[in-house]
């Protein structure tokens, strides 16, 4: 099983030096790489693997780019591996077999979009407690220590809202515990972020609403701002450090819900939401809009295996809110609105909380789906 921690770097000014130099290269070598395979397909050749090109630059480096000699060897490997990975994503978009949105043809990277990231592989670098390793960059200091025990994979070092940040690959030496405890349905809300089978309600997160309101402001100042400018150049980093921030708190609440939910359930029900048509729906909470499904179901796979759990979801079709979770009739009448409803069976007559009553219908549905 891998898992990936993601630690903030405290360099000093040389390293963070030697970061935007590596990060640099890596780009420099993506962009000549991209560059070959769209000559290469303009002249009708057939596709160039990126290991052929990565093989290719390494013949040419010494007398073209000597400079490339400056930065560790995986920065320039790793920019090969995510060319290689870009084009397969691309035309594995294409022909349907990949899951999720279409991906575009690889486009270059610029400067303008930030530093970037490089690849350190993990012969090039070591963790003990808060320090971190790197060839030719020397000791850094870490923020936290690594999460994982285990072998390390390799890394990313990369630069995002004004800091460096590594995130670190752990193939983990882990065999999942039995879990003994319940199945779990969850709905997520409208009015409150989540409602499990047990009753619990997870609240929306006010902070959110305050901090989407810190990046509407910032983000009026930076169009008052003439392009091109350094005030607007400010103004943008400040904008993107808020963005920032307002996807770590989504993430947060994310991480707090769904650590919570595999260490108590030995099967978590949830809905299949279709992901696109949930980000048109601006009904739902704050930080499952705008595609935090996604973030919230990547999670959920993520640390379920190691947990012992098992995460089931239910078919897009299945009328969870409509369905009596006493006697099974479905009331075809009731509306978003109605918070609360009583069964329409006479001989059930039900009181049911809407949210309550979707949640367990989840979970029923999803341990008769897993068969257990
Ligand atoms: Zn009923």
Redesign the pocket.
């Known amino acids: 099983m891998i898992r990936a921690h993601t630690i903030r770097l405290n360099p000093t000014p040389e390293q963070a030096n030697l970061f935007r130099q590596a990060a640099g290269t890596a780009r420099f070598c993506y962009n000549w790489g991209l560059r070959a395979i769209k000559d290469a397909l303009d002249r009708g050749e057939k596709l160039p693997h990126a290991r052929a090109l990565r093989d290719e630059f390494k013949r040419i480096r010494a007398a073209a780019y000597p400079w490339t000699f400056q930065v560790g060897k995986s920065a320039i490997e790793g920019a090969f591996v995510n060319l290689g990975q870009a084009v397969t994503n691309f035309f594995a978009s294409r022909r349907g077999r990949r899951k999720g949105k279409r991906v575009g043809f690889p486009t270059f990277k610029s400067r303008r979009r930030g530093y970037g990231s490089f690849y350190v592989a993990n012969d090039r670098l070591t963790v003990d407690g808060h320090t971190l390793t790197v060839s030719k960059v020397g000791h850094l200091n870490m923020t936290e220590a690594l999460r994982f025990t285990g072998k390390i994979l390799g890394a990313t070092i990369r630069y995002q809202a004004g800091w460096w940040w590594i995130s670190i690959q752990v193939e983990l030496d882990h065999t999942p515990p039995t879990h003994t405890g319940p199945a779990i349905g969850v709905d997520l809300g409208i009015k409150s972020l989540a409602v499990t089978s047990e009753g619990e309600v997870v609240e929306n997160q006010t902070h959110l609403k305050a901090a989407l309101r810190t990046v509407k402001r910032l983000q009026r100042s930076v169009n008052r701002k003439v392009k091109g400018s350094a005030n607007r150049r400010k103004a943008v980093l400040k904008l993107a450090t808020a963005h920032f921030r307002v996807a770590c708190q989504r993430k947060d609440v994310l991480h707090k819900l769904t650590t919570d939910l595999v260490q108590r359930a030995s099967l978590v029900g949830i809905e299949d939401l279709n992901v696109a048509g949930m980000r048109k729906n601006h009904c739902l909470a704050q930080a499952i809009s705008d595609g935090g499904f996604a973030e919230f179901r990547r999670q959920l796979d993520d640390k379920a295996p190691a947990a012992g759990s098992q995460v089931v979801a239910i078919g897009r079709f299945y009328p969870s809110s409509k369905t009596?979770n006493?006697?099974g009739?479905v009331n075809a009448d009731l509306t978003l609105a109605m918070r609360e409803w009583d069964?329409p069976?006479p001989d059930?007559r039900?009181h049911l909380d809407r949210d309550l009553n979707a949640a367990r219908n989840i979970r029923d549905e999803a341990v008769r789906l897993a068969g257990v």
């Open positions: 009596c006493h006697c009739q069964c069976n059930c039900a």
